[in-house]
């Protein structure tokens, strides 16, 4: 049986970021809110074909595939195994970068 389940495509916006020591022990990445757009608390993300840490801190629209047999507990998140990831634009951080401020002030 292949790792990757071949169901419907998933497409999700946040900003990427690093699971750390607190993960649910799989899944090295995980989409945070950006602003007021939807909980993306649903999966935490993995990829063989896109490096995510070349995107940690940025805004994005990932896309892929839930891996089958995640969560491995009720009510734990899924895994997606993303494909694609696009830099998405911010009412005030521009593209897929996070709102810095203005250096000015």
């Known amino acids: 049986m292949e790792r990757w389940a071949m169901e419907e495509k998933v497409t999700l916006e946040g ?7 607190g993960g649910p022990g799989y ?3 995980r989409l945070a ?3 007021e757009r939807e909980d993306n608390s649903g999966y ?5 074909v896109i490096s995510l840490d070349g995107v940690e801190g940025q805004n994005v629209r990932v896309s892929g595939t839930p891996v089958e047999g ?4 009720e ?3 899924g895994l997606l195994n993303v494909t694609e990831v ?3 634009e911010t009412e005030k951080g521009g593209e897929g970068r996070p ?3 203005n250096p000015a002030d």
């Open 15 to 21: 900003r990427v970021e690093a699971l750390g020591s």
């Open 27 to 29: 899944g090295n990445h």
């Open 33 to 35: 809110a950006i602003e």
């Open 44 to 48: 935490v993300l993995t990829s063989d």
């Open 70 to 73: 995640y969560p491995p507990d």
């Open 75 to 77: 009510g734990g998140p």
């Open 86 to 88: 696009a830099e998405i």
């Open 99 to 101: 709102d810095r401020g």
